[in-house]
């Protein structure tokens, strides 16, 4: 078993920033709203915490900021 593990999650492809070097620019405006439920982040920590020590995650991808800092919490 692996001691450590890096998770990047995506809690929303949304994007409201309109960058020159976007990869995504055709599709980044068709996920309005949707957002990564709470339930989802709960069931990665329940299945990463049974099988790793160290744990890093990292928030990418769309615009993180677009969820509250409650949504984090």
């Known amino acids: 078993m692996f001691n450590n593990v890096t998770l990047i999650v995506k809690p929303t492809l949304d994007c409201n920033l309109k960058c020159k070097y976007c990869y995504a620019k055709e599709s980044k405006y068709n996920y ?7 339930d989802v982040v709960k069931k990665a920590l329940d299945v990463f915490t049974k099988r790793f020590d160290v744990i890093d995650w990292i928030w990418h991808g769309g615009e993180p900021m677009l969820v509250s800092a ?4």
């Open 32 to 38: 309005k709203g949707q957002r990564m439920s709470l």
């Open 70 to 73: 409650e949504w984090y919490k």
